[in-house]
């Protein structure tokens, strides 16, 4: 597979990731997901929030995207709940009204799934949330904001996995638009070019990026008993 071109921001943003150890690569002893796909990669982008300098940046980025990529939106909306610290950083540099969605509606009060204050729900609403691997979970927030009379029309994530089909989609499904600001393909190519991992891991992650399926029955003999969130 010809490996997508890396753009500056892109190039910025993955160094960030890997600096802050919010990606990981790992060949020998691969990751486990709850879904039980076995990876040679993990990505964890919680770990942004506790690093203001690189956080603050990422943030000045992805505000930037949506200034200049997206429809100029009424409100902010985080998904519950990795998406809610990035959507109130954002809707402060915009100095846009934040909204956050529950997965669900909380079960009691006013049985709220949308919180904050949308006096006119038919405006224009950016929903962030921190990553996006095949796109299933952003369904319930869009169909939430929708059912609520918003018009959604893009989706902001820090990091998208950006070696599935079905994440493409599922946005085309939903007629929304994805922005990332980097993937794992701009990551390797970082990792590559300033030598974070030795040569055997990083082609692993190459050909597992290329044919997960395919790695994943390759290095089924390396599983653990432990479950990566």
Not at 116 to 137: F, H, I, N, Y
Request: hydrophobic share 40%; charged share 25%.
């Amino acid at each position: 597979m010809t490996q997508p071109a890396v753009t500056p921001q892109a190039k910025e943003a993955a160094r960030i990731l890997l600096d802050t150890k919010s990606v990981l690569f790992n060949a020998a002893e691969p990751f486990v997901f709850t879904s039980g796909r076995l990876s040679p990669v993990y990505v964890d982008c919680r770990r942004l929030i506790s690093f203001p300098a690189e956080r603050a940046r990422l943030m000045d980025m992805a505000a930037a995207i949506i200034r200049d990529e997206c429809d100029d939106p009424d409100y902010i909306a985080g998904g519950e709940t990795a998406g809610i610290p990035y959507a109130a950083f954002i809707a402060e540099r915009l100095q846009k009204p934040m909204l956050y969605v529950r997965k669900q509606p909380k079960g009691f009060g006013r049985m709220a799934q949308i919180e904050g204050c949308m006096d006119d729900p038919a405006k224009k609403v950016v929903l962030v949330e921190d990553l996006q691997s095949e796109g299933t979970s952003k369904k319930r927030f869009v169909d939430a904001l929708r059912q609520a009379g918003a018009r959604i029309d893009d989706i902001v994530v820090i990091f998208h996995y950006g070696i599935f089909p079905s994440s493409n989609e599922h946005m085309a499904a939903m007629n929304v638009r994805l922005h990332a600001l980097a993937t794992w393909w701009d990551v390797l190519a970082v990792a590559r070019e300033h030598h974070y991992f030795d040569e055997d891991t990083l082609s692993s992650v190459e050909a597992f990026l290329n044919d997960p399926t395919g790695w994943e029955a390759q290095n089924e003999h390396k599983r653990k008993e432990s479950v990566s969130s």
